[in-house]
């Protein structure tokens, strides 16, 4: 018996909140406890991560094509074997090197398990619906770090970082693995061309179909928008500690302040259903882009006021929280589910690059400029940047495989 959708949608749910909870949230964490206990640098082994995350940008693209072929099934459950060895290398790291290929590794587990096969499956099995399971599935994630970050926490006050590591590689597995293997059983739509069943010949088109979406000036600037906005988005994010506590705020309120970001992105993608419904593309995309931008400039205001500086973290976040649904419907929105995996694979590969490098740069930049406040400036101005790009991602006219008949402009 195959799985039924709200099968598929709740194992994915849990597996979405499992695969950020691990692989994602809990590094920063233990970053500060594995420093402490190797003698390597916090920048050390933040590179590590970072370095996690090149390699599932660096992976999107092919593994957009295997999507579109054979499903998500044999992608996620790779991911999820690939995720548990990677935890236990991480854990069992005699030296640096064996941490860094973890950490390799952990982005061929970030690949197959975060958001991308996720958002892939959900968008060919629900079709016209695929907007209610995508706002579904990004809710649950979004609790991903109030779920595992205080978990993460409570093991390492009672154990050191490599057992919690070794904890957190068992649960992954116990979860994650097994629902892949279950739950994705669904047969996988595949598009037709002229009436055939897709064999070589349909292949061939579907390259064909995706190579000239890709060529197209309305793709290019939108893997030129979402990159710039997602790293003004994510460096504006990851250094909101640091430069709060530079600037005399207490470490208990930055905490605060970005703990309730997330509280943010958590309702904003609340509102993202009733957006879909009553504006357009552009519209909606412009203005979600354009409150990110901001919100980054609102934060080179030389201001400690808690009640300011949490309204400022939360509209972030609700810019954070809607944009993922953004680039989750980016591709359908503008040219249908037709190659959807290979389309999204290749503009979320900049996209997670530009995310992988932006805690680093943000830093660097503060430093090269002088000031937190300038390197918030120069965000809230690359964010701009992505929203006129993004002002001209959409097409004149919807290309073959949009059938939903949704207005753009």
Known sequence: MRPTLPTILT?????????????????????????????????????????GLVVSALLGIPVG????????RLVMTVGSVAGVVAL???????????????????????????????????????GPRRVFALTVITLIGGLASTVFAPVTEALAEAFSWREVYAI????????????????????????????????????????????SVMRSSPYLFLTIGLTLGSFAMFASMINLVPMLTERGVSSTLAAWVLGLGGLGQVLG??????????????????????????????????????????????????????????KATAVTDRWGTRAYGRLSGVFNAPVMLAIAVSP?????????????????LLLAAVGMLGVVALFFSIPQRPADGRADGQDLE
């Open 11 to 51: 194992g994915l749910c849990i597996t979405q909140i499992t695969a950020w909870g691990v692989l994602y949230y809990a590094f920063p964490v233990l970053s500060a406890r594995i420093a402490e206990s190797t003698g390597w640098s916090v920048a050390a082994t933040t590179v590590g991560y970072s370095a």
């Open 65 to 72: 094509r295997v999507l579109d072929r054979r499903g998500p």
């Open 88 to 126: 236990l290398l991480i854990a069992w790291a005699p030296n640096y090197w064996f941490f860094l290929l973890g950490w390799l590794l952990a982005g061929v587990g970030m690949t197959g398990t975060l958001y991308p096969p996720a958002f892939a499956a959900v968008t060919r099995w629900y």
């Open 168 to 211: 957190l590689a068992v649960v992954f597995g116990a979860i994650t693995l097994p629902l892949h293997l279950v739950v994705l059983r669904r047969p996988w739509p595949v598009h037709k061309s002229a009436g055939q069943e897709a064999d070589a010949r349909a292949a061939e088109q579907e390259t064909v179909y995706a190579r």
């Open 269 to 326: 993608r609340l509102f993202y259903w009733a957006m879909e419904r009553g504006m357009s593309v552009r519209t909606r995309t412009v203005l979600i882009y354009s409150l990110i931008a901001v919100t980054a400039a609102a934060l080179a205001l030389d201001s400690t006021n808690a009640i300011w500086l949490i309204a400022i973290s939360m509209g972030a976040g609700v810019g954070r929280g809607i944009s993922t649904l953004l």
């Open 360 to 376: 680093a740069a943000g830093a660097w930049l503060a430093e090269l400029l002088g000031s937190w406040e300038a390197m918030y």
